[in-house]
C-alpha cells in the first residue's frame, strides 16, 4: 500500500514544525511505502500542494500532519468544517475571517480514516492519544477539509484525513507560559502507530 504523509512547516514565529520534523523521521509500516511531502502553511496553496501529489502518485491512504500548541496528546480529527477564520496570518500574510473553504461545498466533511482504532493504537503504544471533533478554523482544518471535497469527488475509496501533534519540548522551553508538548521521538512512535492501523486494514 502506498500512503501520501504530509507536514506542515513553521508557522505564527516558530522556527520548527513537530509535524514536518515528526513525518521526516516516521518509518513506512511493514508492506507499506510512504510518500512524504512538507506542506506550507498557507491557505490554497497548501490543499493545492498535496492533491498535486495526490494526483501524481495515487495512494490508498493520505494522511496530513499539523501541530497543535497547547495539546498534550496525539488527536487524530474526525470532522473538517468548510469555514476559514485566522487568528494569525498564514506564512504569506493570508488571514480569512469567516470564509468557507469551498463556496458551494457542504458544511462539513468527515475523516475516512479509521480514526478511533488510530487513537487505540496510540495509547497501545503507550503514548497519550484522544479522538478529536474540532481541528480549528486555521491552515490545518482548511487543509484537511479541502483534501476530503477533492477525494470524495475524484479519488471516492481513497481513504484521507488529519492528525494533530503537541509541541515538541525545545518549542516548550523557549515560551514563559507553560504549554504541553511531547518529545519528537515520542510523536513519531505515535504516528508510526497510527499508520500501521491503515497497514493493517
Ligand atoms: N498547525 C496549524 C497550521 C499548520 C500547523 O501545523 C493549524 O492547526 O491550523
Not at 3 to 25: M, R
Not at 116 to 125: C, F, G, P, S
Not at 167 to 179: D, F, G, L
Amino acid at each position: 500500500m502506498k500512503i501520501v504523509l504530509t507536514g506542515f512547516d513553521p508557522f505564527g514565529g516558530e522556527s520548527v514544525n513537530p509535524a514536518w520534523e515528526a513525518v521526516k523521521l516516521v518509518k513506512a509500516p511493514a508492506g507499506a511505502e510512504l510518500i512524504r511531502l512538507e506542506v506550507p502553511t498557507v491557505f490554497g496553496r497548501s490543499i493545492r500542494a498535496v492533491m498535486e501529489s495526490v494526483r501524481l502518485h495515487r495512494p490508498d491512504a493520505v494522511v496530513c500532519v499539523g501541530q497543535a500548541a497547547g495539546r498534550g496528546e496525539i488527536t487524530p480529527e474526525r470532522v473538517a468544517i468548510n469555514i476559514a477564520d485566522a487568528s494569525i496570518p498564514d506564512n504569506e500574510g493570508n488571514q480569512p475571517c469567516d470564509e468557507p473553504i469551498v463556496p458551494d461545498g457542504e458544511n462539513a466533511c468527515f475523516s475516512t480514516l479509521p480514526v478511533k482504532a488510530m487513537v487505540e493504537a496510540i495509547r497501545a503504544a503507550g503514548l497519550p492519544a484522544s479522538l478529536s471533533n474540532t481541528a480549528g478554523t486555521f491552515v490545518c482544518n482548511q487543509l484537511m477539509y479541502g483534501l476530503l471535497y477533492h477525494l470524495s469527488r475524484e479519488f471516492p475509496g481513497m481513504r484521507g484525513g488529519f492528525i494533530h501533534v503537541p509541541c515538541i519540548p525545545e518549542q516548550a522551553a523557549r515560551v514563559e507560559k507553560p504549554v504541553p508538548s511531547l518529545p519528537l521521538p515520542e510523536i513519531v512512535r505515535g504516528l508510526e502507530a497510527a499508520l500501521s492501523v491503515l497497514a493493517d486494514a
